[in-house]
């Protein structure tokens, strides 16, 4: 009696061991660099505030925000009023149709296209070497080199610009 039991254990403990084994591991694809890079080009082109700054890390959307601010207060001490809650309402505009229609009606176009010449990889940080191609309807065509840099965040498995620079 004690051995089949015994076989009995053996037997659940032998299939128990075999069948986790054999599930299926759910695989975490790690997020590309690029991909990053691309949503920034996307929401570029198609005017999307938080787009692009869902693309920045916390430092430069800091930054860019001081850019902002800063503009914003210089444009209002030339005009003589306060226009910071017009630019408070430019995401309610676009969501409108308002600034496509403004665009539209004075031939107003732009396209950023970015193109990846090179990714590097170490640890959390990554460079990629591009060239920008943007084409507005204003000054025409032309294009830079730049090197973005960009911080992986593990919490949220995705990568994030964190600067850039000349190459």
Same mark, same amino acid.
């Given at each position: 009696?004690? $051995?089949?039991?015994?076989?009995?254990? *053996? !037997?659940?403990?032998?299939?128990?061991?075999?069948?986790?084994?054999?599930? %299926?591991?759910?695989?975490?694809?790690?997020?590309? %660099?690029?991909?990053?890079?691309?949503?920034?080009? $996307?929401? /570029?082109?198609?005017?999307?505030?938080?787009? +692009?700054?869902?693309?920045?890390?916390?430092?430069?959307?800091?930054?860019?925000?001081?850019?902002?601010?800063?503009?914003?207060?210089?444009?209002?001490?030339?005009?003589?009023?306060?226009?910071?809650?017009? *630019?408070? !309402?430019? %995401?309610?505009?676009?969501?409108?149709? !308002? =600034?496509?229609? /403004? +665009?539209?009606?004075?031939?107003?176009?732009?396209?950023?296209?970015?193109?990846?010449?090179?990714?590097?990889?170490?640890?959390?940080?990554? =460079? *990629?070497?591009? =060239?920008?191609?943007?084409?507005?309807? @204003?000054?025409?065509?032309?294009?830079?080199?730049?090197?973005? /840099? !960009? @911080?992986?965040?593990?919490?949220?498995?995705?990568?994030?610009?964190?600067?850039?620079?000349? %190459?």
């Amino acid at each position: 009696m004690n $051995k089949k039991k015994y076989l009995v254990g *053996v !037997l659940i403990i032998s299939l128990l061991i075999f069948m986790s084994g054999c599930m %299926p591991v759910k695989k975490i694809n790690k997020a590309a %660099p690029e991909d990053t890079l691309l949503a920034f080009e $996307k929401a /570029y082109n198609e005017l999307d505030l938080d787009g +692009m700054k869902a693309c920045l890390d916390e430092n430069l959307n800091s930054a860019a925000g001081d850019a902002v601010n800063f503009g914003i207060g210089l444009i209002s001490d030339i005009a003589g009023m306060d226009i910071s809650g017009l *630019v408070k !309402l430019f %995401p309610l505009m676009q969501k409108s149709g !308002l =600034v496509d229609q /403004y +665009m539209k009606e004075n031939d107003i176009s732009f396209q950023l296209d970015i193109e990846v010449l090179n990714t590097s990889i170490e640890d959390n940080t990554a =460079v *990629v070497d591009t =060239v920008l191609y943007l084409n507005t309807s @204003t000054d025409g065509s032309g294009y830079v080199g730049c090197v973005f /840099y !960009l @911080t992986y965040m593990e919490d949220a498995n995705e990568w994030l610009i964190s600067g850039f620079s000349e %190459p």
